[in-house]
């Protein structure tokens, strides 16, 4: 982004969304990978007691990772953007 902070999305131009997207993926990508990697210790696994303990401690960081201050939209994004892969894939064949 420029060096003003700007306010809105609708200020924004669309190579700066562009650009916020990209790096806001990267640092999110970034973010689960670490939570991946926590998740799948020896000491973590031996933590909870059942697999749905696990499997909601999982889910409640996975969220808090995509939901983190300004990635909320940019998860939106992507979402999106999958979304509509997907379908170009499903409606070809």
Not at 33 to 61: A, S
């Amino acid at each position: 982004m420029t060096q003003e902070k700007k306010s809105s999305i609708f200020d924004l131009t669309l190579k700066e969304i562009l650009i916020n997207w990209s790096v806001t993926s990267q640092i999110t990508l970034n973010d689960l990978l670490r939570l991946i990697k926590k998740m799948n210790t020896e000491k973590t696994l031996n933590k909870y007691k059942t697999w749905k303990e696990y499997i909601i401690e999982f889910g409640k960081e996975f969220i808090n990772i995509l939901s983190k201050e300004d990635r909320i939209l940019y998860s939106g994004i992507t979402i999106l953007m999958i979304s509509v892969f997907l379908y170009v894939i499903d409606a070809s064949t």
